[in-house]
């Protein structure tokens, strides 16, 4: 079992920044990947930055140079930290976990509200 909770959203301007967190608990042995997804109107939900148990990160193309992902494994807790935001990138952002328990566990956040405006 995992729950994640998000933090972090809100209504910025064009050019603005916002830092989304992801803190997880429960009962499992370890985090072994994070990742935070985004869904806009009438897109499907798509990847935007993924971080390893190792450390190890990759972004989508359309945030790179712009979104860092990063993480306080003390705290299991990711963090989005997003620069330079356009309106494109308004959606609702979800923090993703893989956990390794008695079995592999997949979980999500649920979500919250990032709205850019011009």
């Known amino acids: 079992q995992v729950q994640l909770v998000e933090s972090g959203g809100g209504l910025v301007q064009s050019g603005g920044s916002l830092r989304l967190s992801c803190a997880a608990s429960g009962s499992f042995f370890r985090l072994n990947a994070m990742k935070w997804y985004r869904q806009s109107l009438g897109k499907e939900r798509e990847l935007v930055a993924t971080i390893t148990r190792s450390g190890d990160t990759n972004y989508a193309d359309s945030v790179k140079g712009r979104f860092t992902i990063s993480r306080d494994v003390a705290k299991n807790t990711v963090y989005l930290q997003m620069n330079s935001l356009k309106p494109e990138d308004t959606a609702v952002y979800y923090c993703?976990?893989?956990?390794?328990?008695?079995?592999?566990?997949?979980?999500w956040g649920q979500g919250t509200q990032v709205t850019v405006s011009p």
């Open positions: 993703n976990v893989e956990a390794t328990g008695w079995t592999r566990v997949n979980s």
